[in-house]
């Protein structure tokens, strides 16, 4: 015998152990804020009002065609690329692997808010290493791709043309380059850089580009943002399993964006829904705690595509002045609609919302009744779910509930007892429609002006 096996050794014990720690010892849990329509919900609002006890606050994917307006006192802030929660400066901002980012952008965007009392942002950003980069030429493609799909298609995508389709197309290709190319070895940088102008240039002859130009900013642009570069997995997991922090994910665009779940081919090009978290931070699915949905008491949308419940007439003229509805990337007029509660139905399936966030519900103050879609009919006929079609969207007929308005300012409410009985009604049907609990009402553009339900 070679040898002996001593029985009186439990060699179960370490395993037993690890089993008991991978059940109980999961880290810290992260809270998702996401929207639950077509963007422009209101999502900075509720970051800013979770951020402010925040430890780190993080975006997860889109770049700097994502648009969020945070007011403070009497400051109004736009952020693109940078997590709302560097407004707070006791907490670090971190702009994970799965963003694309525009580096010219991402410094415009910081100086210009530092005019406006933003003090110290650069010490509290962190770049993860694997995140993308976005060039200027990329952004010339998008548009030079969107001229082609109207010449050839009669209609485009109604894209931000910020080179974020570029951008996520060269990281599917495989052909992308990364911050820690940036950082690394220039001259490899510089000749894969070349080759992937090249080939755009193959494929879009027009297409003019000073390589050396764009590699000599590139350069100095790298030496700016060295220092806030981390390995983003790596803190990620010591933020997850060191000392007990609060962590936030900030969400760009929405469900119905979504690459895979949204109104395709009008999306952006990446997942926006809850997955997109895990994936664009590197966070074990067992590490998200709650996830707030953000939805306007009505519904917006930005570009071209199916919109169910959108109103061409004084309605949708109404909700767009009222609610200065224009996008803050793109500075184009939204469309406006009823609330739609199929689609944040749909969103919830997706998400799994523990809460939701009802926001800008004063502007509909002045309206003598108010509808809600709750259910699309095709051919005559309910359809439980979501069509995936959006010829079949553009069919469905929609199935609306009609409540009385409430006819009173609700802008300076502050608490819940603060809104007419109306507009509790017309809140506490959403919310058992959905089947998901509003945890905030916002009734303005400051933070003051979010109720708080529980």
């Known amino acids: 015998m070679l040898f002996a096996i001593n029985r009186s050794i439990n060699l179960s014990a370490p395993i037993d152990e690890m089993r008991s720690r ?33 430890d780190v606050v993080c975006r997860c994917q889109g770049g700097n065609n994502a648009g969020h307006t945070v007011v403070v006192d009497g400051k109004e802030y736009d952020f693109h690329l940078l997590p709302s929660g560097i407004i707070n400066p006791k907490s670090i901002s971190l702009i994970g692997n799965g963003v694309v980012i525009h580096l010219p952008g991402l410094f415009e965007e910081g100086d210009k808010n530092e005019k406006k009392g933003l003090k110290g942002w650069e010490k509290r950003l962190i770049v993860s290493d694997r995140a993308h980069l976005v060039f200027d030429f990329y952004q010339i493609v998008d548009s030079l791709q969107e001229t082609e799909r109207q010449a050839q298609e009669g209609k485009n995508i109604g894209t931000t043309k910020k080179g974020i389709g570029p951008a996520y197309s060269s990281k599917a290709s495989r052909t992308g380059l990364r911050v820690c190319d940036l950082l690394g070895d220039f001259k490899d940088f510089s000749n894969r850089f070349k080759n992937i102008v090249q080939q755009y240039q193959s494929m879009y002859p027009s297409l003019t580009v000073d390589v050396e130009d764009q590699l000599k900013k590139l350069k100095e642009y790298a030496e700016r943002l060295r220092p806030m570069v981390r390995d983003g997995v790596y803190y990620m997991y010591e933020a997850l399993h060191g000392p007990p922090k609060k962590v936030l994910v900030e969400g760009a665009n929405a469900a119905l964006l979504d690459i895979d779940f949204g109104t395709y081919p009008f999306v952006t090009s990446s997942n926006c829904t809850v997955g997109g978290a895990c994936t664009g931070l590197g966070i074990p699915p067992l590490n998200i705690g709650d996830v707030f949905g953000v939805a306007k008491a009505y519904t917006t949308r930005v570009g071209i595509g199916a919109f169910p419940t959108e109103q061409l007439n004084v309605i949708g003229e109404l909700l767009q002045t009222r609610g200065h509805e224009v996008g803050v990337t793109t500075g184009r007029k939204r469309r406006c609609g009823w609330l739609d509660l199929v689609i944040v139905r749909y969103a919830h399936m997706i998400n799994g919302f523990t809460a939701i966030a009802l926001t800008k519900l004063d502007i509909l103050d002045v309206l003598d009744e108010i509808k809600v879609g709750v259910a699309y009919k095709l051919n005559g006929k309910r359809i439980p779910h979501f069509p995936a079609n959006m010829d079949v969207l553009h069919k469905v007929e929609v199935e609306y509930e009609t409540f009385p308005g409430w006819k009173t300012d609700t802008s300076a409410a502050r608490k819940w ?14 919310e058992n429609h959905i089947g998901v609990p509003i945890k905030w009402v916002g009734v303005g553009k400051s933070r003051e002006c979010m109720i708080q339900m529980f």
């Open 417 to 430: 007892n603060d809104l007419p009985a109306k507009a509790q009604n017309y809140i506490r049907f959403i």
């Open 22 to 54: 991978s059940r109980n010892d999961v880290g810290n849990k992260v809270t998702v804020v996401l929207g639950a329509q077509w963007g422009d919900e209101g999502k900075g609002k509720v970051v800013d009002l979770l951020a402010t006890e925040a």
